[in-house]
Nanobody, 117 residues
């Protein structure tokens, strides 16, 4: 499975961005998908996840109510809608997919989000 993240950019605080993660190689329609992020000088942290059908979602407390994860299995793509962005959301965002064992074994290359005040 190859994951390609896109949609990052430079945005003013309070603005919005939508990240996309397109999978190729094989379908990820049965995989749980997630977004993680890594800010400069910090460890990678969990942001959001959804089950294979998008029915169950989970968010980090820091983004709850502002970010929304969704997926379109027909397009083999997962999205992260980010609203009310804050400077502390600045990071490289990575998408990930689980393997048959439920581990996040597949990772995209990351897309940079920079929020300025």
């Amino acid at each position: 499975v190859q994951l390609q993240a896109s949609g990052g950019g430079l945005v003013q605080a309070g603005g919005s961005l939508r990240l996309s993660c397109a999978a190729s190689g094989r379908t990820v329609s049965t995989a749980n998908m997630a977004w993680f992020r890594q800010a400069p000088g910090k460890e990678r942290e969990f942001v959001a996840a959804c089950t294979w059908n998008g029915a169950v979602t989970r968010y980090a407390d820091s983004v709850k109510g502002r970010f929304a994860i969704s997926r379109d299995n027909a397009k083999n793509t997962v999205y992260l809608q980010m609203n009310s962005l804050k400077p502390e959301d600045t990071a490289v965002y990575y998408c990930a997919a689980t393997d048959e064992g439920g581990r996040y074994a597949y990772w995209g290359q990351g897309t940079l989000v920079t929020v300025f005040s």
